[in-house]
């Protein structure tokens, strides 16, 4: 059985910084996809960053330049840096993985991963 555990989240003021961490055995599997999904208020769930396990990164354009995620492949962790922070990125975030073969674009696009943590929420006041 799969389990993600997310932590890091809070309140912070705009333009303060976050850095989420998500512990898993899964993330050092050989091949995987991993990412960081967020679902701010009245909103769909959106994947953020997404990594593959050679390190192949993708970002939303929301957050391009301002996250960075992070894999630590030897301790299980996934994390994410989170800089700039702006009203708009308040909301839950979920780190996420696939087993299935990386695909540019495809996670970025769809948010569809098979497994998903509890998540944590971020609340970005301005």
């Known amino acids: 059985q799969v389990r993600l555990v997310e932590s890091g989240g809070g309140s912070v003021q705009s333009g303060g910084s976050l850095r989420l961490s998500c512990v898993g055995s899964?993330?050092?599997?050989?091949?995987?996809?991993m990412a960081w999904l967020r679902q701010g208020p009245g909103k769909d769930r959106e994947a953020v960053a997404v990594?593959?396990?050679?390190?192949?990164?993708e970002y939303a354009d929301s957050v391009k330049g301002r996250f960075t995620i992070s894999l630590d492949k030897f301790k299980g962790t996934l994390n994410l840096q989170m800089d700039s922070l702006k009203p708009e990125d308040t909301g839950m975030y979920y780190c996420?993985?696939?087993?299935?073969?990386?695909?540019?674009?495809?996670?970025?696009?769809?948010?569809?991963?098979?497994?998903r943590g509890q998540g944590t929420q971020v609340t970005v006041s301005s």
């Open positions: 899964i993330f050092t599997d050989p091949e995987i996809s």
């Open positions: 996420a993985a696939d087993r299935r073969p990386y695909v540019s674009g495809y996670y970025l696009r769809t948010a569809d991963f098979h497994y």
């Open positions: 990594i593959d396990h050679r390190g192949i990164t």
